[in-house]
T-cell receptor, first 113, second 111 residues
Framework: NAGVTQTPKFQVLKTGQSMTLQCAQDMNHEYMSWYRQDPGMGLRLIHYSVGAGITDQGEVPNGYNVSRSTTEDFPLRLLSAAPSQTSVYFC????????????FGSGTRLTVV | SQQGEEDPQALSIQEGENATMNCSYKTSINNLQWYRQNSGRGLVHLILIRSNEREKHSGRLRVTLDTSKKSSSLLITASRAADTASYFCATPSGSARQLTFGSGTQLTVLP
């Protein structure tokens, strides 16, 4: 039972490049979320999904796209990377949203130069 | 925007001592959660306390919730060096579709 798996663990991008951060969970959780973590700012919600085919914006969605074609996968796409997107990105899943505990992946450390 | 705010921002104690961290939040909630994050790792769920509960225990952890003061505390008893980590409180928002985190307390336990 792997839980929440994120790939890659580290990535360096040049300004303007695009990439996809992968997230997969094997717990059959309906809810999945993407957060970014910056020093001194805690975690901020980027996008979330309450089930396959359903996504919604969080607090800081600009510059990011998501889709949810299966229950297991929730990829995060950076359309045109900017230095302000340098951060650590976490994917999380939950059985029933914020009324239950979240399981987090180990994170992707992204640097945009 | 952050719903929960932890206090203190940083705490340093000796091994064997108790550590207390506090969390204040702004709006009514139906539960409050605590998470631990070791350096360079993802967050780990520690405990969830519902709004109709006043106190909850899990091993060396004790969480209290005071809905009248909109505050919660996390007590770690008999701390160990392995407890060194950041601790976050989190509360539901957006009809419980979103979980909002505070900025965390950095706990250092000195051997």
């Amino acid at each position: 039972n792997a839980g929440v798996t994120q790939t890659p663990k580290f990535q360096v991008l040049k300004t303007g490049q695009s990439m996809t951060l992968q997230c997969a969970q094997d717990m059959n959780h309906e809810y999945m979320s993407w957060y970014r973590q910056d020093p001194g700012m805690g975690l901020r919600l980027i996008h979330y999904s309450v089930g396959a085919g359903i996504t919604d914006q969080g607090e800081v969605p600009n510059g990011y796209n998501v889709s949810r074609s299966t229950t297991e996968d929730f990829p995060l796409r950076l359309l045109s990377a900017a230095p302000s997107q340098t951060s650590v990105y976490f994917c999380a899943s939950s059985y029933g949203g914020a009324n239950y505990g979240y399981t987090f992946g180990s994170g992707t450390r992204l640097t945009v130069v | 925007s952050q719903q929960g705010e932890e206090d203190p921002q940083a705490l340093s104690i000796q091994e064997g001592e108790n550590a207390t961290m506090n969390c204040s939040y702004k709006t009514s909630i139906n539960n409050l959660q605590w998470y631990r994050q070791n350096s360079g790792r993802g967050l780990v769920h520690l405990i969830l306390i519902r709004s109709n509960e006043r106190e909850k225990h899990s091993g060396r952890l004790r969480v209290t919730l005071d809905t009248s003061k909109k505050s919660s505390s996390l007590l770690i008893t008999a701390s160990r060096a392995a407890d060194t980590a950041s601790y976050f409180c989190a509360t539901p928002s957006g009809s419980a579709r979103q979980l909002t985190f505070g900025s965390g307390t950095q706990l250092t336990v000195l051997p």
